[in-house]
């Protein structure tokens, strides 16, 4: 369909909200708004990181999600504890593809799901014991690992074991980092408070281990924090900030080590990718250690420029100078894939509904492609997420926050997109529904979408997932249905 007006998406708003009892409607119309790129702050149209309603399909995570699986999971040289039953665990590991490079088992061990297992009687008695033993026999069976976390399940905070204890006796023992996190999944309203809980543990337990000694540094150190390396991204991007004359000491926490997050207060300015999970750390070391941050958008060419020109602001000529060397190396490359994929992707209409950074920054790179973002939300943003995203959403477009199963169905379903962007949990209701998806949390099984060469392989997903003939030779389940009714009806 054609583009929505104001009045017509405040209207589809109201429509959908006319399915909820009086209490539910009034909370969730708070959720829902036509976007204002006038708006300052989101504040005035939009409410986020609040409860969501019990009995409606939230696609939120928790504060353990946000922890295990976010933030520390991907520490490649740590062994990171799921303390609680194993279910925690086994959902956690390996589903978010953050490349590493090593020998899992040996010295890595992203992959790999370590619990405590709890079961009815460690409830009862408490798990402490069981947890010092566990630690003691990882210390036997994988004598490479450079440290551990243990991430606490929701049983430990319910019944009170002491994991600060247990950790700072072991890391004794060990002479090793035991970082305790109090990520129990029952904590906060998603998994964003997860990403401050481990931010914080980063904080209390790790940052602070190198404190005056010697670095050898360079004036162009810096860190990438809060690119996960889903797909490769993180090195994607670390291949033309090296080019343009930067040393990365840090990788937080894609391919990342324990040994370099130590290092990063000594860097010389931190670059933030995923803003909602590592800002909180980033301010810390602003405040602590005067290392300046910057938020940077590596989604798309025209964003990639943009960002690398701010990012050589911080340094002298050689930088600059380095930036724009290397924004002209890769200008052919970018406008052939361009050239290539625009003609048959432009004008088509994408939704998207994502976590992190995403609902925002890959608007870019979709408007690269001639492509238009026309309904975005979040499933854990906060108020200042929103304050960005406003400014990059087009006029009376659609905004959403910890949107419904039902709310983003019926929004598709009136809006008619071209391409839906979300969740593994969202991907196989619109395929059946004859709606092109792609898997925006981990690229699909593909990626990296980071940096120049993430664009060009960004750019042939799109194409290959819209003008794939698949769509216009399926007939959705329910309508098949209908149709059988009617033969039977017609006999």
């Known amino acids: 369909m054609s ?134 026999e990882i210390e036997q069976l994988f004598p490479l690992h450079k440290g551990i976390s243990v991430q606490s399940e929701c049983p430990i905070g319910l019944i009170g074991d002491d994991i600060e204890a247990v950790s700072k006796k072991a890391a004794a023992e060990l002479d090793k980092v035991v970082v305790p996190v109090r990520c129990e999944g029952f904590r906060g309203v998603s998994q964003s408070l997860g990403h401050h809980i481990a931010n914080d543990a980063l904080r209390d337990w790790v940052l602070g281990n190198r404190d005056g000694k010697t670095f050898e540094s360079t004036p162009y150190d810096v860190t990438i924090i809060g690119d996960y390396n889903i797909g490769g991204d993180a090195w994607a991007s670390r291949i033309f900030l090296e080019e343009m004359g930067l040393r990365v000491i840090a990788q937080w926490s894609g391919d990342g080590t324990i040994a370099e997050m130590e290092n990063t207060p000594k860097a010389k300015l931190n670059l933030l990718h995923c803003y909602r999970s590592m800002n909180y750390i980033s301010r810390h070391m602003e405040e602590k250690y005067g290392i300046p941050w910057m938020e940077y958008n590596f989604f798309g060419p025209t964003k990639i420029e943009e960002s690398l020109r701010r990012i050589a602001g911080f340094f002298d000529d050689t930088i600059k100078e380095g930036a724009e060397r290397v924004i002209t190396k890769y200008k052919p490359m970018m406008e052939a894939v361009i050239a290539k994929y625009k003609p048959r992707l432009q004008g088509k209409r994408v939704m998207l509904y994502v976590g992190g950074l995403r609902p925002r920054h890959v608007i870019g790179a979709y408007e690269d492609l001639g ?87 960004f750019a042939r997903d799109m194409d290959m997932t819209l003008n794939n003939p698949c769509w216009g030779k399926q007939t959705p389940p329910w309508k098949v249905l209908k149709s059988d009714d009617a033969l039977k009806a017609a006999a």
Not at 48 to 73: D, E, F, H, Q
């Open 3 to 136: 583009k929505l007006t104001r009045e017509e998406t405040e209207s589809l708003i109201q429509e959908v909200l006319e399915v909820y009892p009086e209490k539910a409607r009034k909370d969730r119309a708070k959720h829902l708004a036509v976007n204002d790129p006038s708006v300052e702050q989101s504040k005035k149209c939009i409410t986020s990181n609040r409860k969501s309603l019990p009995g409606v399909m939230t696609i939120r995570g928790c504060a353990y999600a946000g922890s295990r699986g976010v933030v520390w999971g991907p520490v490649k040289d740590m062994i990171h504890i799921s303390h609680g039953p194993v279910g925690c665990g086994q959902y956690s590991r390996a589903g978010r593809r953050n490349y590493y490079v090593g020998a899992t088992g040996v010295n890595t061990f992203a992959e790999m799901n370590f619990t405590s297992d709890f079961q009815e009687k460690d409830i009862v008695f408490g798990g402490d014991k069981k947890l010092t033993k566990l630690i003691q």
């Open 371 to 457: 492509m238009e973002v026309v309904g975005t939300g979040y499933e854990f943003a906060h108020g200042d997420d929103y304050d960005r995203t406003i400014k990059e959403m087009g006029d009376a477009t659609l905004l959403y926050d910890d949107v419904t199963g039902f709310e983003l169905e019926e929004f598709v379903k009136r809006i008619k997109p071209d391409l839906v962007g979300s969740g593994i949990k969202e991907k196989y209701i619109y395929q059946k529904m004859g709606i092109p998806f792609r898997q925006m949390h981990s690229w699909d099984y593909s990626g990296p979408y980071h940096g120049y060469d993430g664009f060009a392989i």
